[in-house]
């Protein structure tokens, strides 16, 4: 062969890798024995210092836990990347469980390890060179022994966290509003937002009232914007985060699990529960809906009723900008009504003054039918003590058949949903509690925001607004006919 052809030959041959990375990764499922990343650092670069290998590229996972495959390891796929790619000789990781947590990962890590002839090289343990079948055969089994250790590892979190939620613990996780960074004890400021937004969204008040409020206070949520100039920084609320603070049981001093309230909590409660429960069953019945918690802008929107077909009325439709002023309309196609806006606002909240000014006014807050919520506390507890006691009987009873245990179970939670229920109904405050007896009804009735005027409307009486004819400017009280709930 000619000299310049085999010049060119070998010019063409890819140089070996040399580099190592090192691989360091600590769980948030961490063992006594579980090595800090900067411990992990310090032997990884020993070791490779005493071998004098090359230095590569070290790649970090910090508090990401094996057991949870739907986590991302940003560190592992940099590394796969560069590993794929042929870049890297050697890989320096504590241990294989460190390394791999399912079997994706364990052959995507194999099949590069040995197309590309690399060692595996472990601080507690030895050197697997992954080129051979012996070093291939050695990692497998290491590999499954590494993924049983995983599966034991969270069985016993999942185990651990039952406990915890059983005996009303916290286990940790990002701090939750209304309460300090422990989450064990009251944040002032927040709580009494949270105490009050209850009070608010059960007497009417929209959620995205309620976002408004909280960020004009200057108060933010645990999150954080992931993307864009300001990336890190905390969100605004919106009516879909002030749902999950609501909706969330911790509140009322009860602890969660899976989803699941498992009993009371040992951190101070922000409200009764059953004001919680009030809430909750609201929103639980909006799930899904796209408008749900959207704050409505004019008072009689979706409260009122068309006088023709009994359609609820909105507000707009037309060109309003060009007749200078609002207006209500059914909400029907080629609605039955088009009426001015304001004028019927201001009738409808003359009613309502005029009708809560009266000396008979405080009888409208007297609900008869109210159950007792401090008896139905009782019973709720009676029965969740009933359901742990007979879990724990089928776990020790041999006689107790699976299908008795279930039948027994259902009843139990059959009850429960029911009391639980009731609790909601006797949750509920009162609309009308802020202007009944107050000295000046027309001033708390100004001072109220739309929402909760609204809820009073809706609370007192049936609206419905009456066509009239053509070429009729003035407002006609009879042409809004009010009727009393």
């Known amino acids: 062969m000619p000299p310049h052809r085999l010049k060119r030959k070998v010019a063409d041959v890819e140089p070996e890798p040399s580099e190592t990375d090192i691989y360091l990764r600590m769980s948030e499922d961490r063992d006594d024995d579980e090595l800090g990343i900067e411990r992990q650092r310090e032997r990884a670069h020993k070791m490779r210092e005493a071998r004098d290998w090359p230095m590569g590229v070290e790649h970090v996972d910090n508090d990401r836990s094996a057991a949870d495959h739907r986590k991302r390891r940003p560190g592992f796929e940099a590394m ?96 939750p509003f209304g309460y300090m960074p422990n989450g064990l004890e009251l944040h002032p400021e927040e709580a009494a937002a949270v105490a009050k937004a209850y009070d608010d969204f059960n007497a009417g008040v929209k959620l995205g009232t309620i976002a408004r409020e909280w960020n004009a206070a200057g108060l933010r949520s645990g ?81 009122a009723l068309c006088g023709v077909c009994g359609a609820t009325v909105h507000a707009g439709g037309g060109n309003t900008a060009a007749r200078g002023y609002r207006i209500y309309r059914c909400s029907k196609a080629g609605g039955h009504i088009s009426r001015k806006l304001d004028p019927i606002d201001e009738f409808v909240s003359a009613v309502v003054v005029a009708r809560l000014s009266r000396p008979d006014a405080r009888e409208l807050l007297t609900d008869r039918k109210r159950p007792d919520a401090v008896e139905l506390n009782k019973q709720l507890l009676s029965i969740l003590n009933r359901r742990d006691a007979l879990a724990a009987e089928f776990a020790d009873d041999d006689e ?20 639980e229920a009731e609790l909601a109904d006797a949750g509920r405050t009162s609309v009308l509690g802020p202007l009944v007896g107050a000295e000046d009804v027309q001033a708390v009735w100004d001072s109220l925001v739309t929402d909760r005027q609204r809820a009073v409307i809706d609370t007192l009486m049936t609206v419905r607004i009456m066509p009239v004819g053509r070429g009729r400017s003035m407002f006609r009280p009879e042409s809004v006919e009010v009727t009393p709930k």
């Open 400 to 419: 107790m058949t699976p299908s008795q245990f279930r039948t027994m179970n259902k009843r139990l939670n059959d009850r429960l949903a029911a009391v």
């Open 80 to 175: 796969m990347e560069r590993v794929e790619a042929g870049k890297v000789k050697r890989i320096i990781a504590r241990r294989m469980d460190r390394l791999i947590r399912n079997r994706h990962d364990q052959m995507r890590l194999f099949t590069a390890a040995e197309q590309h002839r690399m060692m595996l090289c472990f601080i507690d343990g030895g050197d697997l060179d992954m080129s051979t079948p012996m070093g291939q055969m050695i990692a497998d089994f290491l590999a499954g022994q590494a993924r049983a250790e995983i599966k034991l590892k969270g069985e016993r979190q999942e185990d651990a966290q039952l406990q915890a939620a059983q005996q009303g613990r916290r286990v940790g996780g990002r701090k």
């Open 223 to 303: 999150q954080t914007k992931w993307a864009g100039p300001d990336k890190g920084q905390p969100t605004a609320w919106s009516h879909d985060t002030v749902r999950l603070v609501l909706r969330n049981p911790r509140n009322a001093g009860l602890r969660r699990y899976k989803g699941q309230v498992v009993g009371k909590a040992i951190w101070p409660k922000i409200v009764d529960e059953e004001i919680w429960a009030a809430a909750e069953a609201t929103l639980s019945a909006r799930t899904g809906h796209p408008t749900a918690g959207r704050a409505n802008q004019q008072l009689l929107t979706g409260v």
